[in-house]
């Protein structure tokens, strides 16, 4: 039984206790319990959902997709209880090893739960490439995307809708089931459109290696923008101004926005050189950058962008749990996660006051518990 401040499904927060019984939340009653198990000061919410996340804590999921058993450890200390393990663009053959490496890695995982895959490439616009190698990247193909993107595996997958080829690519794979999102595309608003027409439901980290945003030509960003369609975003004040953070949430709003690290092997480890797939990262304090400049991922952690969201659009704790919980969860499909309710796993995530990960909890069980 925990009791304390929990972000209900309504957008309140409000005294409130939880009774878990078999991993799941069995019964949600008002107000505070003194004899429950435990009980929380600053707030109850439920556990992040991170759908973009290249590694961390030294291992990188593109060269080595085990090495996602061992980051799902560590990660309830950053409040995160799911994740897509995100594989970047790769040499066309390397795919089936990499996605049977992270199915081997779903089978001993403890900690956060591994969800799914997120591929993201190698159908991406080379104009827009950011940290991708250009040798790996192809045109859409509709029966290779669907050989490549084995669907019991992958949940999303991403794609430049104004490549030759690119809807017919979309329109199969959202047939399949598949999250398709637009992203590592230099797209119109009218390409941006079609892709969204044909089967786009997700934006990938909005802004960031897309076309601009210009109030002739409103690109990419403009369609996510103006369309109910919703977007990641890295809010680490880096990849994207606090300024255009703030417009973004203004635009899509909380049930728009998902809260994404897209992090990378340096995240939780000291600045230094770390490897993104084949590409050589060099991170300092606040970013991680090819040698030419170029941004690689970063080293956010969900708690972080949690925090962020609310200082740069001063938007609600609520809103801000939302964009990592409930939204995500949304455009995943899952209907069991990202909210605290009567039925749904007992995924949840205990801040402090200042919003500090206190203890994490997967399918019921304590995963993360911070020492005084
Ligand atoms: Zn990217």
Redesign the pocket.
Known sequence: MLSGPTLLPTGNISETTLFIEQGIIARIAPGLDASADIIAQGCIAPGFIELQINGAYGADFTNDGRAVASVAQRLPETGVTSLLPTIITSPWEAYPTRLSEVREAMRSATGAQIIGVYL?GPFLNPIKK?AHNEAFLRVPNVDEALRWADDSLTRIVTLAPELPGALEAIHALHGKGLVVSA??SDATFDQATQGFEAGITWG??LF??MSGLVHREPGLPGALLSASVPCGLIADGIHVHPAMVKLAFKAKGAQGITLVT?AMAAMGMSPGRYQLSDREVVVDETSARLADGTLAGSILTMDQAVRNVIEFTGCSLAEALTMATATPARVLGLDRKGRIAPGYDADLVILDESLRVERTIVAGKSVYERKA
């Open positions: 993201e950011g992203g590592h990938t980290h960031n290696a897209d």
